[in-house]
């Protein structure tokens, strides 16, 4: 299974940015998809996740800010940033809990290759 991210980049402080990120292969069915970040000197941490059915759930420093969601049709997952911050300036990283197709197996998290986003004040 292959992720693939796109959008990131550098904008103002209280702008906006949208993340996408896309998997492929040889996927059997993808339980949950999200974002964590990140920054310089800091641990990785969750942003959003959400479930296939479409629950989501959200870091506390983004909520009401950033808004999770997905097209199972096209195994992609979307991150729209509003009112950005500096400290969200971090590396982004999607990732979906998925099965692939062939022998039983347990489902694992894959990763996509991180997009930075840069906020500047």
């Known amino acids: 299974v292959q992720l693939q991210a796109s959008g990131g980049g550098l904008v103002q402080a209280g702008g906006s940015l949208g993340l996408s990120c896309a998997a492929s292969?040889?996927?059997?069915?993808?339980?949950?998809m999200g974002w964590y970040r990140q920054a310089p000197g800091k641990q990785r941490e969750l942003v959003a996740s959400?479930?296939?059915?479409?629950?989501?759930n959200y870091a506390d420093s983004v909520k009401g800010r950033f808004t999770i969601s997905r097209d199972n049709a096209k195994n992609t997952v979307y991150l729209q940033m509003n009112s950005l911050k500096s400290e969200d300036t971090a590396v982004y990283y999607c990732?979906?809990?998925?099965?692939?197709?062939?022998?039983?197996?347990?489902?694992?998290?894959?990763w996509g290759q991180g997009t930075q986003v840069t906020v500047s004040s």
């Open positions: 990732y979906a809990r998925a099965r692939v197709i062939g022998p039983p197996s347990p489902s694992r998290d894959y």
């Open positions: 292969g040889s996927i059997f069915t993808i339980y949950d």
């Open positions: 959400i479930t296939s059915g479409g629950f989501a």
